[in-house]
């Protein structure tokens, strides 16, 4: 049995909702039309418990939202290049999240094996990220190997994200843009900062290299104090 209301419910809930919000703020439905303006880029894994903007008390218009399995920043998918560019040169976005969760489906998936062979595919740049950490991640049981991929596959999309074309050239002409990296844990509802934050700034010390990443890129780096909790 599948957890989730009845269909006919979901319409019902939603129109309590429009009239709690309409209760609360006549103006709330007509002042999201008027613009489309988002802060945020919430790049998250499809998981069902991890809702982006319920974990992180945003409104409709706060958020601009983008969820594959297991949160990837994959150089040749489509659909987050489109996304990210749209967010980043249409909806000038000033941070990008990417969000990652404990008890990843994904990620555990990519350890252990056993993934549909269509999902399997698209796990296979995570399991490239397991194979750069293998040393650490060898010596772990499964469960903590679990745990500590889904915060290095945090840290290596991030540092996959600030080197796509559209944050490179944004950093360029110096158009405002932080990237960050949370993980989620789905038994206490508490998000975490991995402290991968980078805006472009010129530096010699760079999160993707630290994390075991390696390559020698310009621009990104990480800023001081983005460990939270
Ligand atoms: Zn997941």
Redo the contacts with the bound molecule.
Sequence with gaps: MSNGPAYSEILERNQRWVAERTAEDPAFFASRVKEHKPRYLWIG???AR?PADMITQTDPGEIFVHRN???QVVPTDANILAVLQYAIDVLKVEDVIVC??SE????KAAVTGGAPAVVDNWLMQLRTVARLHDDELAGLPDDERVTRLVELNVREQVYNLSRTPVVQAAWARGQRLTLHGLVYRLDEGLLRDVGVTMDGTPAAAMAGAASGNGAAAPAPRPLAGARAG
């Design positions: 894994c499809s998981d991890v399995i297991a949160n990652g969760h990843c489906g994904g990620v």
